[in-house]
């Protein structure tokens, strides 16, 4: 097992620390607490918070593609591969419950602050997109593609959002199940399309 380096062990921590409290609510002294180096070692690696900031969505980028490469290889077809990003909601539910999602948490908030980096937060977004629209697209949903990835991200968020709400782990697995087979309509309807001339 490979040992973190402190930068990359600052970069987790604040990663997990803004997930679970917020990027304003948590101060370098927290980070650093949680690292267990003093100040000044810590803003030998880092001068602001929001060159943090920035290593963190970096760093949730490179998670999030290694991720999406990881559902592209396990799924032997379209179908299996959105199943499995749906069923993301069921293996973080945990998560999900104490503190919401982990991209849509960051991007509100960033979004309220009306902070620099909410753009390149958001892009994290973009990628999931993008992933899905490839992945409808060859399911062979045409046109409609990037519909059904906007619609499968904001009812996502949604479950996430209610289910941190409400604390309720029934309300996902039947959310879950809700998409699951929406996603079977959507290629029992893809099938019936006579491919173009």
Same mark, same amino acid.
């Given at each position: 097992? !490979? !040992?973190?380096?402190?930068?990359?062990?600052?970069?987790?921590?604040?990663?997990?620390?803004?997930?679970?409290?917020?990027?304003?609510? !948590?101060?370098?002294?927290?980070?650093?607490? %949680?690292?267990?180096?003093?100040?000044?070692?810590?803003?030998?690696?880092?001068?602001?918070?929001?060159?943090?900031?920035?290593?963190?969505?970096?760093?949730?980028?490179?998670?999030?593609?290694?991720?999406?490469?990881?559902?592209?290889?396990?799924?032997?077809?379209?179908?299996?591969?959105?199943?499995?990003?749906?069923?993301?909601?069921?293996?973080?539910?945990?998560?999900?419950?104490?503190?919401?999602?982990?991209?849509?948490?960051?991007?509100?908030?960033?979004?309220?602050?009306?902070?620099?980096?909410?753009?390149?937060?958001?892009?994290?977004?973009?990628?999931?997109?993008?992933?899905?629209?490839?992945?409808?697209?060859?399911?062979?949903?045409?046109?409609?593609?990037?519909?059904? %990835?906007?619609?499968?991200?904001?009812?996502?968020?949604?479950?996430?959002?209610?289910?941190?709400?409400?604390?309720?782990?029934?309300?996902?697995?039947?959310?879950?199940?809700?998409?699951?087979?929406?996603?079977?309509?959507?290629? %029992?309807?893809?099938?019936?399309?006579?491919?173009?001339?």
């Amino acid at each position: 097992m !490979t !040992t973190l380096s402190t930068r990359d062990q600052i970069i987790a921590a604040a990663d997990r620390l803004f997930y679970e409290h917020g990027f304003e609510s !948590t101060s370098f002294a927290d980070i650093a607490q %949680a690292v267990h180096i003093s100040r000044g070692n810590f803003y030998y690696h880092f001068k602001t918070k929001d060159d943090i900031l920035a290593e963190v969505i970096a760093a949730r980028v490179n998670k999030t593609l290694g991720m999406l490469a990881g559902l592209s290889a396990a799924g032997a077809t379209p179908q299996e591969r959105i199943r499995d990003f749906i069923h993301i909601l069921l293996r973080n539910k945990a998560a999900i419950q104490n503190y919401g999602c982990p991209v849509g948490t960051l991007c509100a908030e960033l979004a309220k602050l009306e902070h620099a980096s909410r753009d390149e937060a958001a892009a994290l977004f973009t990628l999931f997109r993008d992933w899905l629209r490839e992945q409808f697209e060859q399911l062979g949903c045409g046109a409609k593609s990037d519909v059904l %990835a906007m619609h499968l991200l904001g009812r996502s968020q949604g479950v996430a959002t209610l289910a941190n709400a409400f604390h309720d782990e029934t309300y996902i697995q039947y959310e879950v199940q809700q998409l699951c087979d929406w996603l079977d309509e959507q290629a %029992a309807q893809a099938s019936r399309i006579p491919p173009p001339v």
